[in-house]
């Protein structure tokens, strides 16, 4: 129970009950009281609502929620561009799948016939396989080409605005963009060398089926049989320029990531804590 002998005081108290649903005001032997619980058989209750003083916002501060949405979503971009590209390489497996599985379930005899049309069939058979993943693997590769270039502008935009940041953050910046230049250009160098594997793998098997065409026998089974064999060598090719013309394609949207990005410095270290 609290005492109050004036009502500017009164006033105040009344007012450090803010948290109290309730305050009761009674007279106790002349003196005008306040209480949390009725105080005497007469009293009066004053319901009390309480306030919040909510700290006005300032009106020239602005949210730095930008550099945190680029880098969300710079994130998932890249998230989905591994996906694409995990998407394609899967592509590329389960084609050579699909058509090492009809070589071994195709028995050619050489020097006949019937060999010569196993051949022309599963030449028929590799070209299919190959225009059916094909579609697939170019369907991917435009998402890959709009992804990049979605994340290409989005870090050309984040450069801009960053560009009046103070040292620290710059520095940042550059280590960033020194360090994504770096992957890029590994990618290149990895996918080059892929290239050439592949080149080689092909002008193996190719070398094989010309050896084979070169010992067919010299009648119409015989010309029958290169035939068949030609159309197995351009099958053959065909695989292999698919999956050699899909790695072309990524490099080619990182040279062009490279070329759009500023040639970013080496970052120097400075011994403070990058």
Known sequence: MFTLKNSFLSLCFVTSFAS?????????DGVLTFSDQPCSDKYEKIEVNPQVIKKRPNANAKPNTDSTDTYVKSRQLKREIEQVKARIKKLQKDMD????????????????????SRSEALALEMNAITERYRGLIDVEQSNLARLQNELNKLNNSSATNQGDGNSHTQELNRIGSYVDMQKVERQIANND??????QREMNEEVAALKKQSGNANTNLAGAKLQQSLAQEM???????QIKINALQ??????????????????????GEGY
């Open 249 to 270: 394609k990524e490099s080619e949207i990182l040279r062009s990531q490279k070329a759009k990005s500023a040639a970013p410095k080496e970052p120097a270290y400075n």
């Open 97 to 116: 799948a699909e058509i090492r599985e009809v070589k071994n379930m195709t028995v050619r005899t050489a020097n006949n016939l019937y060999g010569a």
């Open 234 to 240: 351009a099958a053959v090719s065909k695989q292999y």
């Open 193 to 198: 060398a892929q290239i050439k594997r592949l």
């Open 20 to 28: 109290y649903s309730a305050i009761y005001k009674c007279e106790i």
